[in-house]
């Protein structure tokens, strides 16, 4: 990178990205999607789904809005800020939307969550108290083949009262 | 995806890099369209020029007479925009159907009228609100009307390393409606797509410009059923022969997403219950 042009040539760029608050400098191929490039560094809560842009089980939180991995070049995201599902939270200290989606039995297989925990959580960041026409709006992109959409409805609606309540205190 | 990404910082700094990069180019915007034909196979370029945060091609601005939205704006951005939500009605009402939302933070109004696809739903809609294309080739710049920037399916006039530049939509009050017919009710590639602007005083139709999508080599402005409309009375005869002309227009084809005499029977659906919208 010159200038904060960027140039991608023979092999390997390395992007320096703030990956769920931490600064990070990855080499990337330039060849290669956001997607493959978060995998391989470790963050292996991004699914690799479809991988053409259909099934949102890559979604990720670029520059405060949701993206598909799989179809951005891991180099487009230089200079980017990242949320991934690791940057939510831990299995011992959950996020609400984590919660209420185990609580709501939203989850069967598990491999759509992640995508649809970072829609929901975009969501719920501009807009805390949803209508469920909402909630369906910002999920629509994001397919579970399980359980049918009803269960992670209920879990969005949850987790919305959920902070709702934890604001108030 | 190519080992080669270029990404200019303005528009000056792109005239100038284009020169020394590999002949066999191409402009990367959102992504959503290049990287999927990249993934099937079908964009084999050797290099991609990110132009997506151009700020030459980023924001909508409003001028005296029309609504300038820049090539690169994202898909979403549009329903934010305060100008657009006054000045772009048919625009505003195709956004929901515009694939999905993650998509509609990645895609880009520029990207979906160089790409050329008949089933283009922003495009198709910025047909039928009159758009013109502003066109730049280093220091030359041209505008044409947008409708005439296909001339088939993936084929545009847009020359070597000409850039989109962004779109205008000449400001006046008017009201409109976007219908799609897809496989489901959101996210998904239509079978047929009907946008309707119109201007109306009380229950008369002073303008209308019908666009269709999916049902022709190119999102088809539809000018004998358009100039049909202008100067007719909202009812349910206008609107039934309004339906039989469009169908008369249109010269879909049946391919893995639908049948072309279903599709041609569903324009004029989709048109009359656009009308009907407007009479509500």
Redesign the interface.
Known sequence: MKNEILETKDGLFTVTVMVNGEKKELPVRNSESLLDALRRHGWKGTKKGCDTGDCGSCTVILNGRPVLGCLTPAVTAHNGEITTIEGLGSVHEPHPLQEAFVEAGAVQCGFCIPGMILSSKHLLDNNPMPTEAEIRKALDGNLCRCTGYVKQVEAVKKAAAKMARGRKK | ?????????SLK?LWKQLPSLPASRRY?AG??DL??AD??GAETSEC?V?I?DLPELNGVRETSSAVFIGSAV?V?ELERSAPVRKWCPVLLAAV?HF?????R??ATLGGNAANASPCADGVCALVAEDACVSLALGGKRRRLPLKDLFSGPKRTALKKDELILGFEVPKRPHTGAYLKLGPRA??GISKAAVALAAELSGRRLTRAAVALGSVAPVPLYAARTSEWLAGRTLSAETAAAAASLVMSEVSPITDARSEAAYRREMCGVLLSRALESLAA
Do not use: C
């Not at chain 2, 995806?1 to 910082?9: G, L, R, V």
């Not at chain 2, 694939?99 to 998509?103: M, R, T």
């Open positions: 995806m190519p080992e080669f990404i270029a990404k200019p910082a700094e990367l992504g959503t990287v999927t993934n099937a991609w990110d997506g994202k979403s929901p694939a999905s939302p993650s998509l933070n990645m959101r996210f």
